[in-house]
């Protein structure tokens, strides 16, 4: 079942993210065949990381929670809000 985890920063915390960014992309590959899509989300104006959108493939609601609650940006306070919605592929149709 796939999961979408959406992620909006707290105002002011890009240096919390990169300070964070080495160790939540190894946790983002330690779920290895999991892992669907991530990234971060931009602001319009300039390009800034504000944000991060991971799918995963995950079995229960409580798997995606567990991964939010450890991901380092979490640990760090990086987010203001996290929500988690389970998501159907549609297209492209593989």
């Known amino acids: 079942m796939l999961f979408v985890v959406k992620c909006v920063d707290k105002a002011d915390y890009l ?3 990169l300070d964070n960014r080495p160790a939540h992309v190894e946790y ?3 779920y290895g065949d999991k892992l669907f899509a991530a990234g971060p989300t ?3 104006e300039d390009d ?6 991971v799918i ?4 229960t609601r409580a798997e995606a929670e567990d991964f939010c609650a450890n991901d380092p940006y979490a640990k ?5 809000s996290v929500t988690i919605s389970k998501w ?6 593989e």
Not at 48 to 53: L, P, Y
Not at 56 to 59: A, G, M, N, S, V
Not at 88 to 93: G, I
């Open 48 to 53: 800034q990381m504000n944000g991060s959108v």
């Open 42 to 44: 931009l602001s319009d």
């Open 28 to 30: 983002l590959k330690s």
């Open 76 to 80: 760090a306070g990086l987010f203001e």
């Open 56 to 59: 995963l493939d995950l079995d």
């Open 15 to 17: 240096q919390v993210r």
């Open 88 to 93: 159907k592929k549609v297209l492209p149709a």
